[in-house]
């Protein structure tokens, strides 16, 4: 009904137009409209009072308002019922000519007597479903309405009255012209019947104040139908409540930590588990970013919020609803609508090196030629006159800029109960901030980005500088994932750029660029497209395809791009947080996330379940070792010459995978796979007995077994193993994928990035093998030595001994290639210290991305060598040979850059070497964008040495080896991680071949089996 009554209120609009005799539309068209509306008594005159009086009325109507469902009923059901009773009644006492004039066509009588129908239908219809229309009015809605019209219509008639002195029109009495503005302001005209009230003032002054009144009495009708405003804001509970949730289940959103804004109300779920949090704008309830907690709980809360907003008369809609979230909404019933994408920054794919991050780190570059510096610190960190330092420049950069921000912002800044929130910080050469980041926690393993600052005055790249400088920080810490903007319509823009790209796309994104001149659309989208992150959608969700519009409003006005009179740009303080919040804060800050269990398939709960029988009937589902096992590989290799139907006169004992499994009846057929070969198992019931009914109760696809018994040949000539006996060495809970690439018999469920993590492992340590191959061939000696500064130290005093060539690998945290050094060294080194420390832990897990697991543990490798009394001219000849002959790269493109100069245009950013600047004469071995290896002539000047750096145990040591006299050397390093990934560019069959190597290495190092077994 409150859509029917929006509809005529817009036809009542459309009708002023249309009415005039000049508009050209037959009169019969607009009459037939109006009686298809009268059918269900709207009255739908063609004037704007009308038109915005049933908007009102149909807008309340949609949000389930009490007030307005017993105005439709009384005011137009049970009026036209009081006015049927009138006509019938002076119908049948034949009074005057007014029936006649009302009912003088049969139509008339049928269409009169089919509305008085409708109207006792729909009386009954609204007395069954009163109990659904459970939205209040505001608190004293009907005072501030009755005020606000009696206020409008005395000023109308205040206004009136002067008017009716400028044009008196037929009235010329002064009292007699303000008695006719006050009738007319109340809606009253001239009474024949009065003799003092006889005449009219001028039409345009009757019009005006007509105008005026109905202007007063639309803002009275809004003012006693529109929704309440929130006020009951998140307190110290609530917020505890809230952040405790986030501890415990706040790894999926990075949106999470914002729900602890305090201009915000929060509804909870029945159990407490889960809530939503919510603003009230523009009669909606708008919801930010996904449900937190228990996502089992979240129908629970978004339930509870629907009822609350109904109970309120809010249009519920969601902003920035991740694809859970918006699925979750989708599901209790709201409609879904994409609007942009959030950048997320994957620490583990981050490669500055990278052809697409060239712009990137041209621009980091720059900043730190311009001598600026960059340093990272949690809130807690900061002392209060740092935090109100970044206050203050927050609101100076701003300028006259409304604050935007709601889904995606904290709107505070320096609260003490933020103590886990990231700045970064740029510096100039004069020590002056220059711009900042703050970061929220994402979980434990992640940033959300919460502010940007930057001075207008600061050099071009400083925003990128403190990005690359985060990401650098954030792969020693645990940190995995950082989320940056969002950018708003971004497939807009990234499908104009493609080829082909049609008109319309074009034409929307034209139109997107110019609207980003005041809402910054595009300057989002290509800020954080730079840094190739990936892109993660975000939705917004409302109730009806008639409140998309209220949404939309809602959500222009709560990120600040719609601005209302009367609204400061400001961002609504925030209470500041109670010493119980702080308390809580700390301590939720040390609690380990609850550990969330996953929702498994169908599938997987029922191999679960096997395992769990298997445990009951004494069998093992996960053995602890397999004491013998006979490479398969081998076993079709000794047992070729069986001819068919022969029996070997050996068992043999083979385990692998489960590839292929049939079960027919009194037998089993199944292809195991140990990784290099397969093979078929024969199961018997006549050779097993019960071992056969466990197998085909408990064994599925992927299961690992191992399995005994003779060699035999099939009739189809399949080599084959009789199997006597068996046993579980692994239940597969997830099945493998079949959609998998690859042959099906050799495919492993292990893949992702464990699967990629492990082929990593094997082609980088291969490389490395062909590395120290290679240099040992031209007569280099390895040394091991402990990290980075100790190889410092190292290879001047093996120069110094007279050794002549020798090399050693470093790994991991020893390897800083490309991050300055200097005097921060020290803080480099317990962020060193702190990374292995995560190591131990398991914090700094790969990430989920197996697409560069390869290189990402390579990256960490590099072989470094030394040849005292070889220039770097030489030494430049021998880093091409080792190159070409460990991997297939093609140095015919190749460029050697002197002096460190930058690999794209300007200057590396940052040493190579440890610690100490220790390089003279530098060269960088540079193949499409990336560096694959780096020569430097050392420093052995002790003065210059030691006046590089500030003196520590490190830099005296060293200075004391170069005290007693070293020859000119020249050292070398070669990145593991580079040249794999330029081997991949060109084929990638070194790779390959790599991991064969060290599969055959390992088949011929181990064990086997004496006496009279011919394995």
Not at 80 to 97: C, D, K, P, Y
Not at 595 to 601: A, G, H, I, N, W
Not at 668 to 680: H, K, L, N, T, W
Request: charged fraction near 25%; aromatic fraction near 6%.
């Amino acid at each position: 009904m409150g859509r029917i009554v929006v509809l005529a209120g817009l036809w009542c609009i459309i009708a002023v137009p249309l009415s005039l005799p000049s508009s050209g539309v037959a009169p019969a068209l607009v009459d037939w409209v109006n009686r298809g509306f009268g059918l269900l008594n709207i009255p739908t005159d063609a004037n704007l009072f009308t038109g915005a009086m049933l908007g009102s009325i149909g807008s309340a109507l949609v949000v389930r308002k009490r007030a307005a469902l017993w105005f439709v009923a009384v005011g137009f059901q049970g009026g036209w019922l009081l006015a049927a009773l009138a006509v019938t009644v002076l119908r049948t006492a034949e009074v005057g000519a007014v029936p006649k004039v009302l009912l003088d066509t049969p139509v008339e009588v049928v269409l009169f007597a089919i509305e008085t129908v409708v109207a006792v239908v729909l009386l009954w219809v609204f007395w069954r479903v009163r109990g659904a229309f459970t939205a209040r009015v505001a608190p004293r809605a009907l005072r501030r309405s009755v005020l606000a019209l009696l206020v409008g219509i005395a000023i109308s008639a205040g206004i009136g009255i002067v008017l009716s002195e400028l044009a008196p029109g037929s009235l010329h009495d002064r009292f007699v012209r303000a008695e006719w503005a006050i009738r007319t302001a109340f809606g009253l005209g001239a009474d024949p019947d009065i003799e003092l009230i006889r005449g009219t003032g001028d039409p345009w002054v009757a019009t005006a104040i007509g105008a005026m009144s109905t202007a007063a009495l639309v803002y009275a009708g809004w003012v006693f139908l529109r929704s309440s405003r929130l006020t009951d804001f998140v307190d110290t509970d609530d917020e505890i409540a809230v952040r405790t949730l986030l501890a415990d289940y706040g790894e999926n959103d990075s949106l999470g930590y914002f729900a602890t804004r305090r201009d915000k109300a929060v509804v909870f779920s029945s159990d407490r588990r889960a809530a939503v949090t919510y603003c009230v704008e523009a009669g909606a309830s708008l919801a930010s970013a996904d449900p937190i907690g228990d996502e089992a709980s979240w129908p629970s809360a978004i339930e509870q919020w629907r009822r609350v907003a109904g109970h309120h008369g809010w249009e519920p809609a969601v902003l920035s609803a991740s694809s859970r979230g918006a699925e979750a909404y989708r599901r209790a019933g709201l409609r879904v609508l994409s609007i942009g994408d959030e950048a997320v920054i994957e620490v583990s794919a981050f490669d500055i090196d990278a052809a697409a991050l060239r712009p990137v780190k041209r621009a980091a570059a720059r900043i730190e030629r311009a001598g600026y510096h960059i340093d990272r610190r949690t809130h807690a960190d900061l002392d209060a006159d740092d935090l109100r330092s970044l206050a203050d420049a927050a609101e100076r950069w701003r300028g006259d800029e409304p604050e935007r921000g709601f889904s995606m912002a904290l709107g505070r800044l320096g609260d003490p109960a933020d103590g886990r929130c990231v700045v970064v910080r740029a510096t100039d050469a004069t020590g002056d901030l220059r711009a900042f980041l703050s970061f929220v926690p994402w979980g434990r393993r992640g940033l959300s980005l919460d502010l940007m600052r930057r001075d207008p005055d600061a050099d071009n790249g400083v925003i990128e500088a403190m990005v690359c400088s985060l990401v650098d920080t954030a792969r020693h810490v645990g940190i995995d994932r950082i989320s940056l903007n969002f950018a708003m319509f971004r497939e807009v823009f990234s499908d104009s750029e493609r080829i082909g790209a049609g008109p319309v796309v074009r034409m929307t994104a034209s139109l997107l660029t110019a609207a980003s001149r005041w809402w910054q659309l595009e300057t989002l989208y290509r800020s954080s497209a730079k840094y190739q992150p990936r892109w993660e959608p975000r939705f917004l969700c409302f109730s009806e395809p008639l409140q998309l519009n209220r949404a939309l409003l809602a959500s222009g006005i709560a990120e600040g791009f719609i601005a209302l009179p009367g609204r400061s740009s400001r961002a609504m303080p925030q209470p500041a947080s109670s010493p119980a919040l702080v308390a809580a804060a700390a301590e939720l800050a040390q609690r380990r996330p609850r550990r969330v269990d996953r929702r498994l398939p169908p599938q997987a709960e029922s191999r679960l379940s096997k395992a769990a029988q298997l445990s009951a009937v004494g069998l093992a589902p996960y053995a602890t070792s397999v004491p013998w096992r006979h490479p398969i590989a081998e076993v079709r290799e000794r047992f070729v010459h069986l001819s068919d139907g022969g029996v070997s006169a050996w068992e043999v004992t083979v385990a692998g995978r489960i590839t292929a499994l049939r079960k027919m009846g009194k037998a089993c057929f199944a292809v195991v796979d140990d990784g290099e070969a397969s093979i078929q198992l024969l199961l018997a019931s006549d050779r097993l007995d019960d071992a056969f009914g466990d197998w085909t109760r408990f064994v599925d696809l992927g299961d690992l077994v191992v399995a005994t018994g003779p060699v035999v040949f099939t009739r189809t000539g399949e080599m084959t193993i009789a199997v006597d006996r068996w046993s579980m060495v692994a239940k597969c809970v997830t099945p493998p994928d079949p959609s998998a690439p690859g042959d099906p018999g050799r495919r492993r469920p292990d893949g992702g990035p464990v699967g990629g993590l492990v082929e990593g492992l094997v082609a980088s340590a291969a490389v490395t093998r062909r590395l120290c191959a290679s240099l040992e061939s031209q007569e280099f000696v390895r040394y091991e030595v402990s990290d980075a500064e100790d190889w410092e130290w190292t290879l001047r005093s093996l120069s110094a001994l007279g050794v002549p060539r020798f090399y050693t690998v470093l790994h991991g945290d020893d390897t800083q290639g490309g991050h300055p050094e200097g005097p921060h060294a020290e803080g480099r080194r317990g962020e060193r210290a702190r990374s292995r420390d995560a190591d131990a832990r398991g914090t700094n897990a790969p990430g989920a991305d197996s697409q560069g697991a390869d290189s990402q543990g390579a990256d960490a490798l590099e072989v470094v060598a030394a040849a005292p009394y070889v220039g770097t001219e030489a030494i430049r000849t021998i880093v091409e040979e080792v190159i070409v002959h460990v991997a297939d790269v093609d140095l015919r493109e190749a460029t050697w850059l002197a002096d460190g100069g930058d690999i794209d245009s300007g200057a590396v950013g940052g040493d190579i070497g440890g610690p100490i600047r220790t390089a003279v004469d530098r060269f960088d071995l540079v193949v499409d964008g990336q560096r694959l290896a780096t020569v430097e002539a050392i420093i052995t000047d002790p003065v210059e040495q030691s006046g590089r750096a500030e003196s520590d145990a490190s830099v005296d040591r060293l200075v004391e080896v170069l005290e007693r006299g070293v020859p000119p050397t020249s050292t070398l390093r070669i990145s593991v991680g580079a040249l794999m990934r330029a081997e991949r560019d060109d084929g990638g069959s070194r790779d390959e071949r790599g991991e064969r190597e060290l599969l055959d290495e390992r088949d011929e190092g181990g064990a086997r089996s004496g006496g009279q077994d011919p394995l």
